[in-house]
């Protein structure tokens, strides 16, 4: 039975936010769509927001996750690409062991970007919210 959910109910996702050296930078994916992203996925029931951006890291990029923050970064709602539904991201921040990824429908590309850079890019609607938030100065 397919009920539609009232609005107050947002799909959860858990984010990486994986900077560069000089803290400047982030890490955008491209995914099959066109569309670039922040690397994670929604949070399924019972998950815990560690183990899958592990997993999802993992399993879209081919990569391996060294470390992820105790708290989130950021936190930010707004709508999905995909059908406008509400969307709520936790954004923690993550070390990768490399860049090394292995392309999937989920992840294409990859690419260090400043927020100048990603504003050029085809983006989903909260990579632009994040993208109002990030201050590079809040993460020495």
Known sequence: ?????????????????????TRTKFLLIKEENGLWELPGSGLDHGMAT?????????????LETTWIADKPSYFLTSRRTVDNSPSANIIYETKLKDLDFTPSDGCVELRLVSI??????????????FLEMFRPENHD
């Open 1 to 21: 039975m397919n009920q539609e959910m009232p609005n107050c109910y947002y799909r959860v996702s858990v984010k990486a936010l994986v900077l560069d050296k």
């Open 116 to 129: 100048g850079e990603a504003k050029e890019l085809d983006l989903f609607e909260n990579v632009k919210v």
């Open 50 to 62: 560690g183990e899958e951006l592990k997993r999802e890291i993992h399993e879209e990029m081919g």
